[in-house]
């Protein structure tokens, strides 16, 4: 069964950090990874996806299959970047999401 | 087009009655979702619609939960003798078949039961 683990419910940081959301998966196959943002009072919305290996908002995420991990990562946290990071992972048909059970990302000034 | 549209926003209900929720998938969008949402987890997939057919269903939607998309528009999911653990977020989102698999998320529909 396909599962996503994320270990932090909670991380905190200050303007400026470094930040890192950890996300491990277990899929039999080859799975497509998200991560999925819900900032305060919006709705759940794509912030990037492992196929595009592009960068949206300064965040990058890098498909480790040998260590199963998409972590998300940000040189340098703002404050807008307060919210709910979900990552999910979906099989190649396209079918349902996996998520994970979410971080909070909360970027102190 | 502004987007998946869920109608009611909230519903409040006792316990055994029957709820109805409503999504409007983005247009032209063949493909629909319904999640489950608890307080503190991560979205949880019911079912799925590709144009009128219900392709998939998880093993968390018991008899008393049916969806249906006629006509392959909108969609609703029906809870039948609702239990107070059926209060959640309920989440509908849509995308295109055959790709890119982004998948377009409404607001949700709270529910609590009472």
């Known amino acids: 069964a396909q599962r996503v683990t994320q270990p932090e419910k909670l991380l905190s940081v200050f303007k400026g950090a470094p930040v890192e959301l950890k996300c491990n998966y277990s899929?039999?196959?080859?799975?497509?990874l998200f991560w999925y943002v819900q900032y305060s009072r919006q709705r759940l919305q794509l912030l990037l996806r492992h196929i595009s290996r592009e960068s949206i908002k300064g965040f990058t995420a890098d498909l480790n299959k040998g260590e199963t991990s998409f972590h998300l990562k940000k040189p340098f946290a703002q404050e807008e970047d307060s919210a709910m990071y979900y990552c999910a992972l979906t099989d190649n048909a396209g079918n349902m999401l996996t998520f994970g059970g979410g971080t909070r990302l909360m970027v102190k000034p | 087009d502004t987007g998946v549209s869920q109608n009611p926003r909230h519903k409040i209900t006792k316990r055994g009655q029957n709820v109805t929720f409503r999504c409007d998938p983005i247009s032209e969008h063949n493909r629909l979702y319904w999640y489950r949402q608890t307080l503190g987890q991560g979205p949880e997939f019911l079912t799925y619609f590709q144009n009128e057919a219900q392709l998939e269903k998880s093993r968390l939607l018991s008899d008393r939960f049916s969806a249906e998309r006629p006509k392959g528009s909108f969609s609703t999911l029906e809870i039948q003798r609702t239990e107070q653990g059926d209060s959640a977020m309920y989440l509908c989102a849509s995308t295109p078949s055959g790709g890119p698999y982004e998948q377009y998320f409404g607001p949700g529909t709270r529910l609590t039961v009472t």
């Open positions: 899929y039999s196959g080859s799975p497509e």
